[in-house]
């Protein structure tokens, strides 16, 4: 064996359980999107309508990506490493850069946005085929099918940072769309055949981790949304009314994903006999509503602090009662694929939701921000009760709705 494979054979980590925990340089890789959030939550809050909802979104696809694909390279190789560290620095320059372009990232600064995200997809997967030659080979072609899906995403992100508003908005959402799929259709590309899941032998233990760190990164920005913005406002009844429902409402995600089902896919997680499968739908597709809802909670709370007295419409109702409703299909979905049952508290939550949406066109925007509390409450206490009358099955999420 070369020195060279000697060395990359040494960026892997070990088996050791200790070894696959979240390190340091991954957490503070992490920092970043502390930033990309709060730019991300101006940007929507500053202009509240649809088409700007529709921007965000498009930004917030981008963001989850870029930081799942890291995820699961890291979950291969050992950032205790230099060049592994000094990868994910660089991500880090980059990851400012399109965090900076984010308020006007469908404005002057398109080429910015764009040619960060490139530069860290694509780098970030060449890297890894550099990595992992003659050491996993089939995890190498995996990356390399990985780079090539990138580079024809790219030619989409390129073309819109080139294109006007409208366009650009059509175009990236193209790019998103092939990149989302690809995992799908297990990278397949001519010549190179496709992928399978049982070549991803991953930690299941880091995954869950990583997952849960970033869901905390969200109610952290959530947190800060909401003091920041009440610390701007002047008090007032309906203000403060405002400020305890928000926190709430944080608290109650907070609670409902980490009490009520995390542990039990952490050790579902470790169990499994697929891995790979398991955590493509749980952790790269499943916790992208959960993490999407948060985020929406969270920009309805600096807006309805802004604005707790003002008569909702269509943009208003969906981002207030469409956060509970991602973040609680979201978690249901984990649980269900996790535990194989369906939580009812969790539809029970849903139904309240969308059913208050048409009524939220025409109501105060802070009724229809209590109905979003009461939606994420009723699923807290119906599974709370669940767990009462099932004392021995803390984890079991099944079992807290009482099934």
Known sequence: ?????????????????????????????????????????????????????????????????????????????????????????????????????????????????????????????????????????????????????????????????????????????????????????????????????????????????????????????????????????????????TFVAAFFASVTMWWIYFHFGQAKTKREMEETDEPGELALHVFTYGHMPVVAGIILVAISAEHLLAHPGETGDAARALVILGGPILFLAGNLFVKRVTTGRLPRSHLAGMALAVLFIPAGFWLHTFWTGLVGLGALLLVAVLEYRGLARTPHASDEVGELDGE
């Not at 101006?42 to 981008?62: C, K, M, Q």
């Not at 819109?160 to 995992?183: K, N, T, V």
């Not at 990583?210 to 990164?217: G, N, P, Q």
């Open 1 to 241: 064996m070369t020195k060279g494979v000697d060395s990359t054979r040494h960026w892997l980590r070990h088996e050791e359980q200790e070894d696959r925990q979240v390190g340091f340089p991954e957490l503070f890789f992490d920092l970043v999107f502390v930033f990309a959030l709060i730019q991300l939550s101006h940007f929507i809050v500053e202009e509240f309508s649809l088409p700007r909802l529709l921007e965000g979104t498009a930004i917030a696809l981008a963001l989850w990506w870029v930081w799942n694909h890291t995820a699961w390279v890291t979950n291969w190789l050992d950032p205790a490493r230099m060049p592994i560290r000094a990868m994910l620095f660089g991500l880090m320059f980059f990851g400012l850069l399109m965090s900076s372009a984010i308020p006007d990232a469908f404005g002057d600064k398109g080429v910015m946005f764009a040619g960060a995200y490139i530069a860290m997809q694509l780098g970030r997967s060449l890297f890894a085929v550099y990595a992992f030659r003659n050491v996993l080979p089939a995890v190498r072609r995996n990356f390399a099918r990985v780079s090539l899906w990138f580079c024809l995403s790219a030619l989409f992100w390129l073309w819109g940072a080139f294109s006007g508003e409208e366009m650009r908005l059509i175009l990236w959402f193209s790019a998103l769309a092939i990149e989302y799929a690809a995992p799908e259709v297990r990278f397949f590309m001519p010549g190179l055949g496709r992928s399978h899941a049982s070549d991803w032998n991953i930690s299941g233990e880091h995954m869950a981790e990583r997952c849960a760190l970033f869901v905390m990164i969200c109610l952290g920005e959530s947190i800060l949304a909401i003091g920041r913005s009440f610390a701007d406002e002047d008090l007032s009844p309906l203000v403060i009314a």
